[in-house]
Every structure is written in C-alpha cells, then in structure tokens.
T-cell receptor, first 115, second 117 residues
Framework: GAGVSQSPRYKVAKRGQDVALRCDPI?????LFWYQQALGQGPEFLTY????????KSGLPSDRFFAERPEGSVSTLKIQRTQQEDSAVYLC?????????????FGPGTRLTVL | AQKVTQAQTEISVVEKEDVTLDCVYE???????LFWYKQPPSGELVFLIR??????QNEISGRYSWNFQKSTSSFNFTITASQVVDSAVYFC??????????????FGTGTRLQVTL
C-alpha cells in the first residue's frame, strides 16, 4: 500500500515487559514522527527523525522510551519495563520534506494496553 | 510555548444541520501552520486542511469551510449540511516553522462530533 503502516495494530503487555512498535513510512519520506495519544486526548509529540538521524527526542516521557530508524526508512519505538501509564495509541507520521514541513501522513496507530 | 484549545468536547447535531468547531491557538512565532485532522472510529488521522499564518483567506471545500482570524487567534471549521459520515473526532493542530528542528504538531484535545438521523 502507499500509506504509512504500523504493526502490530494492538498490543497487550504485562507491566514490566518490553515492547517494540514498528512504523513503515511512505517510501521516500525523509521525515518521521512518533506521537502518543492517550484516551480522550490529542496526540502528543514524542520524537522526530530526519532520515536516520534522531533530531528531536524532547517528547519522550522517560528513558524507558527509545526510538531508532537505522536505515532512514522503517522506525521502531521501544518501551522498556512498561507501566500502566504507557497505555495509549502510538501514532507514526511521515512527510516527504526535511524538518517535517507540510502535511503529515499518519498511520493507523498501535494501541498499547499495559495490564 | 504553543498551545491549541478546542473548548467544545462533544457536539451532537441532527443530519443536515450546520455545525462549527472552534479552535483557538497560542504561539509566539509570526510564521506557523494551522491544520485540521479528522479521526474516524477506525483511528487513523485524516488530513483536512493546512493554512499558513500569512494567508487569512477563508477556504471552502465542498461542505467544509474554514475561517482563519489572526486577530482572535482562531481557526474555526464549519461543516454545512452535516451527514452521518461526518461523525468523528476533529483535531485542530499548530506547527511552528522552526529552523533546525522538526515542525512537530501541537494538537488540541479534539471535538467529538456526533451526527444523527
């Protein structure tokens, strides 16, 4: 497909488990964003990649959150030792331009539930 | 810091009614973009419109129209003759044009629109 894809769509984890969420951006898109959307809230910025470089990680809530994009395409958001407050939908978005300018194309999200 | 406020948490209308969703924003920058996104029950955010801070012309696209007023820092969205398929959560968002950093989106808390027959 031509859009942003994310996997898994749903993830249930026990508290303390590590999880890895995957994002496949639109081919050729330079910029990639991760957002966290808590229930009933708007998405909140987590981190930004320009190609393989993580240029902004100011939104990551703790050092348990880690993101990478080693080859400048697919990105993985990893959460270590998950806590109940990590339960949210994690959204990935990409844009063709550096700096994330312009319309951000969003994936369907991964809904994480931590028990 | 930038902020977006959507004071209407939930709106319910009957089909064919017009409805306006309010958005008020705060930013220190003179150059920025404003957006509206639709989030249907499937969860995916669907882009509706982008406006830059230098373009205050109102825009109409089919049943959708947007009113941007810098004087009141508002970017309101009107749906004319609403339909059941318009039922969704609508988000207003702001992006500042920073050089050297990402133009990340700051979202409001969303307005849930319910259109009934």
């Amino acid at each position: 497909g031509a859009g942003v894809s994310q996997s898994p769509r749903y993830k249930v984890a026990k508290r303390g488990q590590d999880v890895a969420l995957r994002c496949d951006p639109i081919s050729g898109h330079v910029s990639l964003f991760w957002y966290q959307q808590a229930l009933g809230q708007g998405p909140e910025f987590l981190t930004y990649f320009q190609n393989e470089a993580q240029l902004d990680k100011s939104g990551l809530p703790s050092d348990r959150f880690f993101a990478e994009r080693p080859e400048g395409s697919v990105s993985t958001l990893k959460i270590q030792r998950t806590q109940q407050e990590d339960s949210a939908v994690y959204l990935c978005a990409s844009t063709p331009l550096a700096g994330g300018m312009g319309e951000q194309f969003f994936g369907p999200g991964t809904r994480l539930t931590v028990l | 810091a930038q902020k977006v406020t959507q004071a209407q948490t939930e709106i319910s209308v009957v089909e064919k009614e017009d409805v306006t969703l309010d958005c008020v924003y705060e930013t220190r920058d003179t150059t920025y973009y404003l957006f509206w996104y639709k989030q249907p029950p499937s969860g995916e955010l669907v882009f509706l419109i982008r406006r830059n801070s230098f373009d205050e012309q109102n825009e109409i696209s089919g049943r959708y129209s947007w009113n941007f007023q810098k004087s009141t820092s508002s970017f309101n969205f009107t749906i004319t003759a609403s339909q059941v398929v318009d039922s969704a959560v609508y988000f207003c968002a702001l992006s500042e044009l920073n050089t050297g950093t990402a133009s990340k989106l700051t979202f409001g808390t969303g307005t849930r629109l319910q259109v009934t027959l």
